[in-house]
């Protein structure tokens, strides 16, 4: 059998990458590179001249100096060849970094095998409990143009679109981003200093999951894994881990 690697475009991946992300069946958090134009390099795997599955390139914005393999998809009937195709690429590119989450187990395994330092740039979780916080006074309500001044005083997210108000304040700000694979949302907040420790932190990420239910979303979130904070904010709030965003430098 002969192995090789060919430069794709988008539209020739395509269909390798929707069996990809019914695979991976969560959310996919680089899923939205593909859309900006110059970003990603994409490549074809073919054994005896049939397509049998792709890669992508992360080769833009952060990743412009250092590109990094973040999508690896071959397809079942062909993956005992998965390190023979992986090594293939590593020579035909010269890439030496990997971006990968633990729930993609194939990508994963292909970092444990050649990456000489892996390390945790996130924690991933998605919602599992259902919850009934409600503190005292908090109001949770779509922001208004008059909110502004106060959001930008209290350092917080001036595009976010939900708010949580108490005594007329703006104590809590955040929104859900949908550029992931549908029909993922990334539910992201803040609470203003004054208003910290009361549990408005997840009051917010809770109605948030609401907001993300009403639109027939699934909410999901992630956080540094050294904020012990917003760890435990998003936990009480119902959202468990379910995987984590890794980096490897490939030996």
């Known amino acids: 059998m002969e192995l090789s690697v060919k430069p794709a475009s988008l539209n020739d991946i395509l269909p390798f990458r929707e069996s990809y992300r019914a695979e991976m069946n969560c959310q996919v958090i680089h899923d939205s590179l593909h859309t ?31 590109p ?14 998965l390190f023979d195709l992986f090594d293939l ?3 035909t590119t010269g890439v030496k970094l990997i971006d990968t989450q633990t729930n993609d187990l194939i990508l994963t395994t292909m970092l444990h095998t050649f990456a000489e330092t892996v390390a945790t740039e996130a924690i991933l979780f998605h919602d599992k409990l259902t919850t009934h916080l409600s503190p005292t006074g908090a109001l949770f309500r779509r922001a208004t143009p008059e909110d502004a001044t106060q959001i930008s005083a209290s350092e917080l997210d001036p595009d976010a679109k939900w708010i949580v108000e108490i005594d007329s304040q703006v104590a809590a700000a955040g929104d859900i981003l949908f550029h992931y694979n549908p029909p993922y949302g990334d539910i ?14 997840s009051f917010l990420v809770q109605e948030l999951k609401q907001v993300c239910y009403q639109q027939n979303k699934i909410p999901a979130a992630r956080c540094n894994p050294k904020n012990i904070a ?3 904010t998003l936990q009480k709030a119902g959202l468990v881990p379910c995987g984590n965003l890794l980096n490897g430098k490939i030996a």
């Open 36 to 66: 900006r134009k110059g970003w990603t390099d994409e490549f074809h795997f073919l054994i005896d001249a049939q397509a049998v599955g792709y890669a992508s390139i992360a080769v833009g914005g952060p990743w412009k100096d250092k």
């Open 68 to 81: 990094a393999i973040f999508e690896y998809y071959v397809s079942p009937e062909h993956r005992s060849r």
């Open 89 to 91: 690429l590593l020579r």
């Open 188 to 201: 992201y907040m803040k609470v203003a200093e004054p208003f910290r420790r009361r549990g408005l932190g």
């Open 230 to 232: 917003s760890r435990k």
